[in-house]
């Protein structure tokens, strides 16, 4: 079976640090995988997503970037991180083709407060 | 680019009557819909989705939900509400972008039942 782990669990970091979080997949090949941001425990932005190493498209412009080294590795990453960077990041991975069959599975997601 | 509306952003019930939690859509060809559900400081959990067929799609932990396309809605619905049934809830619609395929989430509705 599939299983998808997101780390770390929970993070706290000044203004201007770095941020680098990580999500791998199990039990499957070429997933796509997406990164999502949920602010105030609301709305859900896709940030970013992948469907093959070293491919990635960046949804909203902003100080953070992604990068898939490996093809079950997605990382999200930031040089300098802002107040406006906190909120709950959910990884996310489905199966490529099977057009409209898709279903998202989500990590447990990485809760990042910036102060 | 596709998009869902979730008109509600709370929603009370009383345990043992019916839920309606609404969804409407914006889409152009075939709409492809889910619903995920989230419980506190997690990661979203699929519920169920409507590609084609029946419109009435049924899915987990009883809830189901009804795909009216004159009225471009896709409202989930369970007949009768259990106390953790209580959690925030997402339509989503899938999009394809430049061939890729990715989900877009409505802002969410948060349920509560009460007891």
């Known amino acids: 079976s599939q299983t998808i782990h997101q780390w770390p669990a929970t993070l706290v970091q000044p203004v201007g640090s770095p941020l680098s979080l990580e999500c791998t997949v199990e039990?499957?090949?070429?997933?796509?995988l997406y990164w999502y941001r949920q602010a105030a425990g609301r709305g859900l932005q896709l940030l970013f997503y992948s469907v093959g190493i070293g491919q990635i498209s960046s949804e909203v412009p902003q100080n953070l970037s992604a990068s898939r080294p490996q093809d079950r590795q997605f990382i999200l990453s930031s040089k300098k991180l802002l107040l406006s960077d906190s909120g709950f990041y959910l990884c996310a991975w489905s199966r490529q083709g099977a057009w409209g069959a898709n279903v998202l599975t989500f990590g447990a997601g990485s809760r990042l407060t910036v102060l | 680019a596709q998009s869902v509306a979730q008109p509600e952003d709370q929603v009370n019930v009383a345990e043992g009557n019916p839920l309606t939690v609404k969804c409407t859509y914006s889409?152009?060809?075939?709409?492809?819909l889910f619903w995920y559900v989230q419980y506190p400081n997690r990661g979203l959990q699929f519920l169920l989705k409507y590609i084609t067929g029946d419109n009435l799609v049924k899915g987990s932990y009883g809830f189901e939900a009804e795909f009216n396309k004159s009225q471009t809605s896709f409202h989930l619905k369970k007949p009768s509400a259990l106390v953790s049934d209580s959690a925030l809830y997402f339509c989503a619609v899938r999009d394809i972008d430049f061939g890729n395929e990715k989900l877009t989430f409505g802002t969410g509705t948060r349920l509560t039942i009460i007891p």
């Open positions: 039990g499957t090949s070429n997933p796509n």
């Open positions: 889409v152009s060809g075939n709409p492809y």
